[in-house]
């Protein structure tokens, strides 16, 4: 695993304060913010709320939905060691530059070292956020359960908020194609109970989740 042996398992109430000041990373999530542009521009903070409002859904309590928010903001920070020309490429990448991009959730982790206060789900999120259900995700392959809870939280986050944004390869997908896509990913890419969740509590199209999708929604 990477995420570090030596972080806490439980989180104390005072674990903020003893980052020194939770201002300090709600700015250093801010400047992650506004460091992205164009296409990825407002992306973290949707992920971000997206995660919570899951998280809430499927309750956890407190402190773990604030772990998991702080996970989901920071869960691409180790895109910052990936160069802005692959970033920003408008087209298919190519494998070397694919395989610079596979690095980013252990880059990630490695960055934030240097905070070794902040609580496992957190770590975990950034390290695991493109794990897969079935096993066949990065950087671990980890399956099923052993793959930590905010990771799944936020890989199903991440994904709606990518496919339904525009990029410059596609347009923005509508809420309902995406939510049939993550339904379709069930229990492949994404946790099944999870997935429900998010379709029924957080997007409210719990008629999409019952009846097995529309497939004349586009
Ligand atoms: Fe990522």
């Known amino acids: ?32 913010a506004v460091s992205q542009e164009g296409w990825q521009a407002g992306h973290i903070h949707r992920v ?6 899951l998280a809430v859904a499927a309750g956890l309590p407190p402190e773990e939905v604030e772990a998991v928010r702080w996970g989901a903001a920071l869960h691409d920070i180790g895109k910052a060691r990936v160069p802005r020309e692959i970033l920003q490429k408008p087209g ?17 982790v490695e960055l934030l070292a240097d ?13 695991c956020h493109h794990e897969r259900w079935d096993g066949a995700g990065y950087p671990l392959g980890l399956q099923q359960q052993a793959i930590p809870l905010s990771a799944r939280i936020v890989s199903v986050a991440d994904v709606f ?6 990029r410059p390869y596609k347009a923005a997908w509508s809420c309902e194609k995406a939510a049939l896509y993550l339904l379709e990913q069930s229990g492949q890419q994404f946790d099944p109970h999870l997935t429900r969740l998010f379709v029924v ?4 199209l719990g008629q999409l ?5 529309d497939p004349a929604i586009k």
């Open 201 to 204: 509590e957080v997007l409210g």
């Open 92 to 108: 298919p990448l190519d494998p070397p530059e694919y395989a610079v991009i596979l690095q980013h959730p252990v880059w990630g």
């Open 209 to 213: 989740a019952d009846h097995g999708g």
């Open 115 to 127: 905070l070794p206060c902040l609580p496992l789900p957190t770590v975990d999120a950034v390290c």
């Open 48 to 53: 971000e709320y997206l995660a919570v409002r």
């Open 1 to 32: 695993m990477c995420t570090g042996g030596e972080r806490r398992q439980a989180m104390p109430a005072s674990w903020e304060e003893e980052l020194g000041s939770p201002a300090a990373l709600e700015t250093l999530v801010h400047l992650l």
């Open 161 to 166: 908020d990518a496919l339904t944004s525009a």
